[in-house]
């Protein structure tokens, strides 16, 4: 493991101050990270820049100045990241798309003395209707829908390619501070300062679970309870759990929704977890052979990786398959934790260096800083096949080839995706299916806002 701390990736450096940096999140590619800060901003990173790969290109791509108040979540949309949402303490969503026509704008701008942007993302859409801070977004694994949740007690659902709202769902009690959605797309997993973690259907958004035994004595109070559910379906790891007096990591078992695992040995309060959303090979199985050792090797001997990060300021990595972490950073911060993320490289086909990096982790944190932590196959193993990973949520009702020609339907262009049917995804957003663009002043969106009042 090799960890990279660039003491120019910060907030507010036009102030010479540095301001708490609540989230990060890698574009689906792998070329760019983003943060979201307290200073109102977010800004997208070079990776290339981060790992020291280049020094030609700017390190600070682009900086969005359009939220009014501190900005807690970022995520990219799937597959082609085409989108980026963001929630902040203005009450407000935005929607984000890459304007690749303008080079640069009031939208965007690196900080005094430095280059030039050279990406422009502008505001596509203004979700509202949340009554308080905005602590946590997810897309579904298609991006047919998008959750957010807040201070407000309140997630709402909206549809991912129209961004209308479908649903709000109330049951919970208190603030809720973290979303994920099942990989399989059947359910939404929420967590809350009720001390619960619920499970919802996405078939109609109805409560299905209610979990409060791993939290029940918990007395740590967090900024975030962010969940993350693993990439083959099986588990929910879960933030801000207690075993006893000791805080933890909780891990739900899919259906028994028993926590019978958890991760242990930080010292303070999970902020946050994050699942790798691949599933690897373990390091050391056997690969190659014969076709039928391969086929019995793609559905053997794999796991899932997950990291979790908080209070204690450290960041502990572990696999599925072990009772110990793998890695562990401690004191890698001086503030709390507040985010994960991760990014896969794909190794090439006859790829066999034990120490080619297969893994990029980010963490954020109150103190301002981000750091990237490389990881290696002989670390982490080798990334599975996404076919073989998709076979494995078939028996959690997982559309497999279906399901990838209508992420890209909802994600990217907007022709028929073979399958005769029309899944029912237009949303009412037109022939097309577009949204609508962002109002450009308030008088347009007051105007905007009066006209669908009328058609009601």
Same mark, same amino acid.
């Given at each position: 493991?090799?960890?990279?701390?660039?003491?120019?990736?910060?907030?507010? #450096?036009?102030?010479?101050?540095?301001?708490?940096?609540? =989230?990060?999140?890698?574009?689906?590619?792998?070329?760019?990270?983003?943060?979201?800060?307290?200073?109102?901003?977010?800004? @997208?990173?070079?990776?290339?820049?981060?790992?020291?790969?280049?020094?030609?290109?700017?390190?600070?791509? =682009?900086?969005?100045? #359009?939220?009014?108040?501190?900005?807690?979540?970022?995520?990219?949309?799937?597959?082609?990241? /085409?989108?980026?949402? =963001?929630?902040?303490?203005?009450?407000?969503?935005?929607?984000?798309?890459?304007?690749?026509?303008?080079?640069?704008?009031? @939208?965007?701008?690196?900080?005094?003395?430095?280059?030039?942007?050279?990406?422009?993302?502008?505001?596509?859409?203004?979700?509202?209707?949340?009554?308080?801070?905005?602590?946590?977004?997810?897309?579904?694994?298609?991006?047919?829908?998008?959750?957010?949740?807040?201070?407000?007690?309140? %997630?709402?659902?909206?549809?991912?390619?129209?961004?209308?709202?479908?649903?709000?769902?109330?049951?919970?009690?208190?603030?809720?501070?973290?979303?994920?959605?099942?990989?399989?797309?059947?359910?939404?997993?929420?967590?809350?300062?009720?001390?619960?973690?619920?499970?919802?259907?996405?078939?109609?958004?109805?409560?299905?679970?209610?979990?409060?035994?791993?939290?029940?004595?918990?007395?740590?109070?967090?900024?975030?309870? /962010?969940?993350?559910?693993?990439?083959?379906?099986?588990?929910?790891?879960?933030?801000?759990?207690?075993?006893?007096?000791?805080?933890?990591?909780?891990?739900?078992?899919?259906?028994?929704?028993?926590?019978?695992?958890?991760?242990?040995?930080?010292?303070?309060? %999970?902020?946050?977890?994050?699942?790798?959303?691949?599933?690897?090979?373990?390091?050391?199985?056997?690969?190659?052979?014969?076709?039928?050792?391969?086929?019995?090797?793609?559905?053997?001997?794999?796991?899932?990786?997950?990291?979790?990060?908080?209070?204690?300021?450290?960041?502990?990595?572990?696999?599925?398959?072990?009772?110990?972490?793998?890695?562990?950073?401690?004191?890698?911060?001086?503030?709390?934790?507040?985010?994960?993320?991760?990014?896969?490289?794909?190794?090439?086909?006859?790829?066999?260096?034990?120490? #080619?990096?297969?893994?990029?982790?980010?963490?954020?944190?109150?103190?301002?800083?981000?750091?990237?932590?490389?990881?290696?196959?002989?670390?982490?193993?080798?990334?599975?096949?996404?076919?073989?990973?998709?076979?494995?949520?078939?028996?959690?009702?997982?559309?497999?080839? /279906?399901?990838?020609?209508?992420?890209?339907?909802?994600?990217?262009?907007?022709?028929?995706?073979?399958?005769?049917?029309?899944?029912?995804?237009?949303?009412?957003?037109? #022939?097309?299916?577009?949204?609508?663009?962002?109002?450009?002043?308030?008088?347009?969106?007051?105007?905007?806002?009066?006209?669908?009042?009328?058609?009601?």
């Amino acid at each position: 493991m090799r960890i990279v701390k660039p003491d120019w990736l910060h907030h507010d #450096a036009d102030k010479k101050k540095l301001t708490a940096i609540f =989230s990060v999140d890698f574009h689906p590619d792998g070329r760019r990270l983003a943060t979201a800060g307290m200073d109102n901003k977010i800004r @997208l990173w070079s990776t290339r820049a981060i790992s020291g790969e280049s020094t030609d290109e700017p390190r600070l791509v =682009s900086t969005l100045t #359009a939220h009014s108040g501190a900005v807690m979540c970022v995520r990219f949309s799937h597959g082609s990241g /085409r989108y980026m949402a =963001s929630g902040a303490d203005d009450m407000v969503v935005l929607i984000w798309e890459k304007d690749s026509e303008v080079a640069t704008g009031n @939208l965007t701008g690196n900080p005094a003395g430095g280059p030039g942007p050279t990406e422009t993302w502008r505001p596509l859409r203004r979700l509202t209707g949340h009554e308080s801070d905005v602590c946590d977004l997810a897309w579904s694994p298609d991006n047919r829908f998008l959750a957010t949740c807040g201070l407000d007690n309140a %997630i709402f659902i909206w549809d991912g390619r129209t961004f209308e709202r479908i649903k709000k769902l109330t049951d919970h009690t208190q603030f809720v501070k973290g979303l994920t959605f099942d990989p399989a797309g059947r359910y939404l997993a929420s967590q809350s300062d009720d001390k619960t973690l619920r499970i919802w259907r996405t078939s109609d958004w109805a409560l299905h679970k209610t979990i409060g035994k791993p939290f029940e004595d918990n007395i740590f109070s967090t900024y975030f309870r /962010r969940p993350s559910w693993a990439p083959d379906g099986e588990c929910i790891a879960t933030a801000n759990a207690a075993n006893g007096k000791a805080p933890v990591a909780a891990v739900v078992r899919r259906d028994s929704w028993e926590a019978d695992l958890s991760f242990v040995g930080h010292r303070g309060a %999970i902020e946050a977890v994050r699942f790798n959303p691949r599933v690897f090979a373990a390091p050391g199985s056997q690969q190659g052979g014969d076709e039928e050792q391969k086929e019995q090797d793609n559905t053997s001997g794999v796991v899932t990786v997950c990291a979790a990060g908080g209070q204690d300021r450290g960041v502990s990595v572990w696999l599925t398959s072990q009772a110990m972490p793998i890695a562990a950073a401690t004191n890698l911060f001086g503030g709390n934790l507040m985010d994960l993320a991760w990014h896969t490289v794909e190794p090439s086909d006859s790829s066999q260096d034990d120490g #080619a990096v297969v893994a990029l982790l980010a963490a954020c944190s109150y103190d301002g800083t981000v750091a990237v932590l490389e990881f290696t196959q002989a670390e982490l193993g080798r990334p599975i096949a996404l076919d073989d990973q998709e076979k494995m949520l078939e028996k959690y009702g997982f559309g497999g080839a /279906r399901r990838r020609r209508k992420r890209a339907r909802v994600d990217g262009a907007d022709g028929d995706d073979g399958d005769g049917d029309d899944d029912d995804d237009d949303g009412g957003g037109g #022939a097309s299916g577009r949204p609508k663009p962002l109002a450009e002043s308030v008088e347009q969106l007051r105007l905007e806002q009066q006209g669908v009042a009328l058609a009601k």
